[in-house]
């Protein structure tokens, strides 16, 4: 658990930019990635507005046709990745290919949509006394015709990993992990903790996703979660704010290179930070609700700190989970000050879905990337459309501007349905820091 776990290469694919520059310009010019749904016919939904990431080509990944029909995830999550290995160094040649492994985040990819419903509707069409298991058989018959068997093998949730594992080269452990919006966080957590318990030298880490389509859409209505601010988008989200009404869908892909340190300097790579905590938790209480007491957050922040080896007061910046939804955010608030007391009031928190959609079980991976931009340049991004204080969250948003910070360690966190929480840390790195101590930061600070 000693050996010390770095940063050195990053890739994203967001509704603001598909580099870490170009989110970096959206994050600091306040601009708000949602807009009217476009990928399908939206008009009969009570919401109609989503953070898409507009005009994707798919020849970001690459001429090769194989990459037309794979879900939109899989094509996130595959430039992220060869864009991670090429900022690296290591896109044409992995150092040991059995010290490497891919661990990502994603969830059910998209559907093909349109051969279900025509498949379902033939089906059931009337053909005289029809019972269930006609249906049943007539659906087997007729979806066995209709589907390509290539095309359903890649809405395997796995498939992204695969991928990545296969264009790489990487002949370590591979993996994907489900755990609604903590799918990505908890795969860069168990990530760093593999290269510290040296199962690994490097790991591919992080999520895609993209459920931006009816299945999703419907599931998120039926739990009453989304903002239907149709006719003003832009002002849609409102994390923390008294006026907030849910989050907006979005999707996209973080992805990163994590590797030993001292393996990282042997082949002289840049190191663009440190991961130096993870901690999660289970709240044990209800699937769609957090505990009131938010006692699953405060858990996941606390061990997140003492893994780093960290007091509160070392945190100069939470990137939050910051929905928009009434409750979460009122409880993920009171989950912050438990965590870290007095000290929750001096800390700026904000929420980047207010810009981003929230992109399910890729947003943990993508809010990492705010944090390392933020980091790098000593600037945090701004809650947009926070207006009214809400006496429930009572905390510093930094409410529509972006603010001048330089600190050396930040926190992101995320909440999942099912009762998943989990959290990072994430640190500007130290060459000549040995290791993590509360006395030594604090006399750094």
Same mark, same amino acid.
């Not at 990545?164 to 993996?175: K, M, S």
């Given at each position: 658990?000693?050996?010390?776990?770095?940063? %050195?290469?990053?890739?994203?694919?967001?509704?603001?930019?598909?580099?870490?520059?170009?989110?970096?310009?959206?994050?600091?010019?306040?601009?708000?990635?949602?807009?009217?749904?476009?990928?399908?016919?939206?008009?009969?939904?009570?919401?109609?507005?989503?953070? /898409?990431?507009?005009?994707?080509?798919?020849?970001?990944?690459?001429?090769?046709?194989?990459?037309?029909?794979?879900?939109?995830?899989?094509?996130?999550?595959?430039?992220?990745?060869?864009?991670?290995?090429?900022?690296?160094?290591?896109?044409? $040649?992995?150092?040991?290919?059995?010290?490497?492994?891919?661990?990502?985040?994603?969830? /059910?990819?998209?559907?093909?949509?349109?051969?279900?419903?025509?498949?379902?509707?033939?089906?059931?069409?009337? &053909?005289?006394?029809?019972?269930?298991?006609?249906?049943?058989?007539?659906?087997?018959?007729?979806?066995?015709?209709?589907?390509?068997?290539?095309?359903?093998?890649?809405?395997?949730?796995?498939?992204?990993?695969?991928?990545?594992?296969?264009? #790489?080269?990487?002949? !370590?452990?591979?993996?994907?992990? #489900?755990? *609604?919006?903590?799918?990505?966080?908890?795969?860069?957590?168990?990530?760093?903790?593999?290269?510290?318990?040296?199962?690994?030298?490097?790991?591919?880490?992080?999520?895609?996703?993209?459920?931006?389509?009816?299945?999703? @859409?419907?599931?998120?209505? &039926?739990?009453?979660?989304?903002?239907?601010?149709?006719?003003?988008?832009?002002?849609?989200?409102?994390?923390?704010?008294?006026?907030?009404?849910?989050?907006?869908?979005?999707?996209?892909?973080? @992805?990163?290179?994590?590797?030993?340190?001292?393996?990282?300097?042997?082949?002289?790579?840049? =190191?663009?930070?440190?991961?130096?905590?993870?901690?999660?938790?289970?709240?044990?209480?209800?699937?769609?609700?957090?505990?009131?007491?938010?006692?699953?957050?405060?858990?996941?922040?606390?061990?997140?700190?003492?893994?780093?080896?960290?007091?509160?007061?070392? #945190?100069?910046?939470?990137?939050?989970?910051? %929905?928009?939804?009434?409750?979460?955010? &009122?409880?993920?608030?009171? $989950? =912050? &000050?438990?965590?870290?007391?007095?000290?929750?009031?001096?800390?700026?928190?904000?929420?980047?879905?207010?810009?981003?959609?929230? $992109?399910? %079980?890729?947003? !943990? *991976?993508?809010?990492?990337?705010?944090?390392? #931009?933020?980091?790098?340049?000593?600037?945090?991004?701004?809650?947009?459309?926070?207006?009214?204080?809400?006496?429930?969250?009572?905390?510093?948003?930094?409410?529509?501007?972006?603010?001048?910070?330089?600190?050396?360690?930040?926190?992101?966190?995320?909440?999942?349905?099912?009762?998943?929480?989990?959290?990072?840390?994430?640190?500007?790195?130290? /060459?000549?820091?040995?290791?993590?101590?509360?006395?030594?930061?604090?006399?750094?600070?």
């Amino acid at each position: 658990m000693n050996r010390r776990v770095v940063i %050195t290469g990053m890739g994203c694919a967001t509704p603001l930019g598909n580099s870490i520059n170009e989110l970096a310009d959206g994050l600091y010019s306040g601009h708000i990635g949602i807009g009217r749904l476009s990928l399908f016919d939206a008009e009969q939904f009570p919401v109609r507005i989503a953070a /898409e990431i507009r005009g994707w080509d798919t020849s970001l990944i690459g001429r090769s046709p194989r990459w037309r029909d794979a879900p939109r995830q899989t094509q996130f999550a595959i430039h992220a990745g060869l864009c991670a290995a090429e900022q690296a160094g290591i896109a044409d $040649a992995v150092p040991d290919a059995e010290r490497m492994g891919v661990y990502l985040g994603c969830g /059910e990819p998209f559907a093909d949509f349109t051969t279900f419903t025509r498949s379902i509707g033939s089906s059931t069409t009337p &053909k005289g006394d029809t019972d269930e298991c006609d249906a049943t058989e007539s659906f087997a018959q007729i979806a066995a015709r209709m589907f390509d068997p290539d095309i359903e093998r890649e809405y395997e949730p796995d498939m992204p990993a695969i991928h990545l594992a296969e264009l #790489i080269g990487v002949q !370590g452990p591979v993996a994907n992990c #489900i755990s *609604a919006c903590v799918s990505s966080t908890q795969a860069i957590g168990e990530s760093m903790r593999m290269i510290q318990q040296d199962e690994a030298d490097l790991m591919l880490c992080g999520g895609a996703h993209s459920i931006i389509h009816p299945f999703g @859409l419907t599931g998120f209505l &039926k739990l009453s979660a989304l903002s239907q601010r149709n006719d003003d988008p832009q002002s849609a989200v409102r994390p923390f704010d008294a006026d907030r009404d849910g989050f907006v869908m979005g999707e996209g892909a973080g @992805l990163f290179i994590l590797e030993e340190l001292e393996h990282a300097l042997r082949r002289g790579a840049e =190191i663009f930070g440190e991961m130096t905590g993870y901690g999660s938790s289970q709240d044990a209480f209800r699937v769609t609700d957090s505990h009131p007491d938010g006692r699953g957050t405060e858990a996941a922040i606390r061990r997140a700190l003492a893994s780093a080896r960290l007091n509160s007061d070392d #945190i100069g910046y939470i990137n939050a989970h910051g %929905t928009g939804t009434i409750m979460n955010d &009122k409880v993920e608030t009171l $989950a =912050i &000050k438990r965590a870290f007391g007095q000290q929750a009031y001096r800390i700026p928190v904000s929420s980047t879905k207010s810009m981003l959609g929230h $992109a399910t %079980t890729a947003c !943990g *991976a993508i809010e990492l990337a705010v944090c390392l #931009i933020s980091l790098r340049d000593g600037v945090i991004p701004p809650t947009m459309n926070w207006e009214t204080a809400d006496g429930d969250c009572d905390l510093d948003y930094v409410p529509r501007n972006p603010r001048e910070l330089s600190c050396r360690h930040m926190l992101t966190q995320n909440i999942g349905f099912g009762g998943q929480n989990a959290a990072l840390v994430v640190s500007r790195y130290d /060459e000549h820091r040995s290791g993590f101590s509360a006395s030594s930061t604090q006399r750094a600070a």
